[in-house]
């Protein structure tokens, strides 16, 4: 923190009026007396350059791979196995290893997604050794722009006031990447290819480091301001300074929020109750950028216009999110629609949206529900399955017999239903259950409205093997997948040429989740040719119950070992082979396992799809 500007505030006076060395310790407490700007313009400057530099690195070699898989869709079009084993071998030894040993490799031997628990607490989850590569660096330079001091300096309140600046100047750089990887709608998401789960890893650690070095600025602050008055034999007049003020009030109500923030969005107390970190995080996040705004604009600091940038971006980011909202869920005369029936541990939510979508396979959408909770709190859902049907204009019915159907095309339009399954945990889920369960159809009609479709970044048209590994509740990122998959095989418009699904779930009941769909995924054309479904019933309610229908759909009792599944598909792949996953963190972390023991014999890709708060 600096006190009020002085004359001098925007530069060291003259060097033949004055000498740092007999300058008195007061004066490097006020504005920017020895403060470098031209340092803290050179570290901001290399900072963004670093940035730019490693997302054009990640563009360059998203362009590569966007290539060869192109390439390998086009040329394995119509293809059988024979044709594609080209693309089963690797080309070089470099990508896989890279594949191998950074890109997919968890920190250490094995964990990446599965949480620490301590006790009933939840504490976390570790990054992946690519993204602790990225974050080390990064981390590092931050610290290393804070060490390049003029440690000649004989003045040693000089040393203090261009750390006091130097630190300060890097926490207003570092808000603005804080709150672009915190946004939904983060440009960077699509351009990239990178998921939002990743950039929220992201936006966590830098606002970690704007909060240390918003620390760190405050404590060179109160450093100077004791020498200066251990200089004159005064008492401290720290605690003084920030009467009557508001420069120096607003920096400190600022860090305060930065604080707060510091110790609420820890794993623990953010898992306890999320609803409530999530807004109190938001209202103390606003406090944080526009305190900092107020103390910069208030001292005439360079970079302040950087905070009003964040500021700017902030607002835009949410009001884009609300014009989608409004735009997708209500219409003239009527707003979306929403059906939730109970269902074993779980709920079935059904969404009539008034306006068309554009889905694509592995889409995820954010919930709303205004009357059943007090908030305005949304969570993550992949969609399971979506359908777009007539809807008869007037009555808002969907149509039900042939008769509705021959109505005249100007008396029709098109309604796309989007379903869901939240698996009940706590909080809204479990109210939501409940409240359906209490109904006398077990099923209710209440207001509600989706944001998205988020996601789906991935296509798998260009693979001639798909593994698509599923435990619990995450069966509904990989139904869509499976349905795109048998779709474009149908239609000669993908290499693929088998499909395997493997699913694992502790009880019998959670069939019943999807038994609808996995009906129509069944019956649909040449699903014989390709597709295999794999059953897993870690716990089932009787031995029994535990049997297989068919060679092509297999139901084991047990639990599912992805490392022989994967071992095995690999040795009879057909083409490239792709392996996804959504589940649980230790369930991802054994398929994750599993594909990086193969990753140097072939080409396999791995992507997993998670949900990470």
Known sequence: MNSKPTPHAHGLPPASNYSICSMAPGNFTQGLMGVNLQMDKVTSYTLWLTIVAVCLIIVIARLVQGGVSL?????????????????????????????????????????????????????????????????????????????????????????????????????????????????????????????????????????????????????????????????????????????????????????????IILIQASSAIRHLAYETFLHLHQVLAFLAFLGAGIHGHTGQLPLTNYVYVTIGLWFLERIVRWAMIAYHNFGRRSCTRVTVEALPEACRVTYQIKRPWQMRPGCHVYAHFPTLTWSLTSHPFSIAWYDTVPTIIGSEKLPTTAVDLANSLPNRKNTTTITLIMSKKSGMTAKLHARALAAPSNSITIPGYIEGPYGGLESLHSYGTVLLFAGGVGITHQLSHVRDLLASYDTSTSAIQNIVLIWSVRTQDAFDWVHPWMSEILQMPHRRDVLKVLLFVTKPKHAGDVVSRSTQVKMFGGRCKPGRIVEEEFEKRKGAMAVTVCGPGAFADEVRGAVRERVEEGVVDFQEESFSW
């Open 71 to 259: 390439l390998r869709h086009m040329f394995n079009l119509n293809s059988d196995h024979v044709q594609q084993a080209y693309w089963a071998r690797n080309g070089s030894k470099a990508w896989p290893w890279l594949k191998k040993h950074l890109i997919y490799a968890p920190l250490f031997r094995k964990r990446h997604n599965r949480n620490f628990q301590m006790g009933r607490l939840n504490m976390g989850t570790l990054p992946s050794r690519f993204h602790t590569v990225l974050l080390t660096l990064y981390i590092m330079s931050n610290i290393g722009y804070c060490c390049l001091l003029n440690y000649k300096s004989c003045n040693r309140a000089a040393i203090i006031a261009e750390l006091r600046g130097r630190t300060g100047h890097l926490a207003f750089v570092n808000m603005m990447p804080l709150m672009v990887f915190g946004g939904r709608n983060n440009i960077l998401i699509p351009l990239l290819r990178v998921s939002f789960d990743t950039f929220n890893i992201f936006h966590r650690w830098i606002g970690r480091l704007v909060a240390v070095e918003a620390i760190a600025h405050t404590i060179a602050w109160m450093a100077g301001k004791d020498i200066a008055d251990r200089h004159i034999n005064q008492q401290s007049t720290m605690v003084l300074a920030f009467n009557d003020n508001p420069f120096l009030s607003w920096g400190l109500a600022s860090l305060m929020a930065m604080i």
